[in-house]
T-cell receptor, first 114, second 109 residues
Framework: EAGVAQSPRYKIIEKRQSVAFWCNPISGHATLYWYQQILGQGPKLLIQFQNNGVVDDSQLPKDRFSAERLKGVDSTLKIQPAKLEDSAVYLC????????????FGSGTQLSVL | SQQGEEDPQALSIQEGENATMNCSYKTSINNLQWYRQNSGRGLVHLILIRSNEREKHSGRLRVTLDTSKKSSSLLITASRAADTASYFCATGSSGDMRFGAGTRLTVKP
């Protein structure tokens, strides 16, 4: 069974530029999560999708971050414009139904904003 | 905001010793999960304990949950160098899963 796929693996951009991350969850998983993990900290939930609907985006900085999961499968997270403090690893995770069973994580995208 | 908080922040032990990590949380939960993260990798699920359970075992892992104290502990017995990683607790109450800051475990060979 294929795991959660994320790309790119690394990204370096200048501040005020835009960047996009892609995630393909495990086939059949209804729930998809985006987390931000700053170095030395735990993952912070940015947004949770159930199929193609948003369940929770209370911690998503909506002035610069956006995310979509149009067909209820893969998802894109965008930052525009990026700030220095956005430097972090962006992790995508999926679960079968979203009723708090275990999450499967991708390897993440490491973003450096210079 | 983060939900669980792990303690200690860092732990260093010798191979063969046991490692105990604690997690405290603030609100009511349906379940609590523990994850491991090796450096530069994503998180891997270790064990899930539901709010009506008090103890659970999986191989060398033992998890306890005390809902009255809003706390959980993860015990790794007979640790190995390969157990070196960060360990996070995660709590869910309405479908979302929120993580603590983690415990960095170093197992010296």
């Amino acid at each position: 069974e294929a795991g959660v796929a994320q790309s790119p693996r690394y990204k370096i951009i200048e501040k005020r530029q835009s960047v996009a991350f892609w995630c393909n969850p495990i086939s059949g998983h209804a729930t998809l999560y985006w987390y931000q993990q700053i170095l030395g900290q735990g993952p912070k939930l940015l947004i949770q999708f159930q199929n193609n609907g948003v369940v929770d985006d209370s911690q998503l900085p909506k002035d610069r971050f956006s995310a979509e999961r149009l067909k209820g499968v893969d998802s894109t997270l965008k930052i525009q414009p990026a700030k220095l403090e956005d430097s972090a690893v962006y992790l995508c995770a999926s679960s079968l139904t979203g009723t708090e069973e275990k999450l499967f994580f991708g390897s993440g995208t490491q973003l450096s904003v210079l | 905001s983060q939900q669980g908080e792990e303690d200690p922040q860092a732990l260093s032990i010798q191979e063969g010793e046991n490692a105990t990590m604690n997690c405290s949380y603030k609100t009511s939960i349906n379940n609590l999960q523990w994850y491991r993260q090796n450096s530069g990798r994503g998180l891997v699920h270790l064990i899930l304990i539901r709010s009506n359970e008090r103890e659970k075992h999986s191989g060398r892992l033992r998890v306890t949950l005390d809902t009255s104290k809003k706390s959980s502990s993860l015990l790794i017995t007979a640790s190995r160098a390969a157990d070196t990683a960060s360990y996070f607790c995660a709590t869910g109450s309405s479908g979302d899963m929120r993580f603590g800051a983690g415990t960095r475990l170093t197992v010296k060979p």
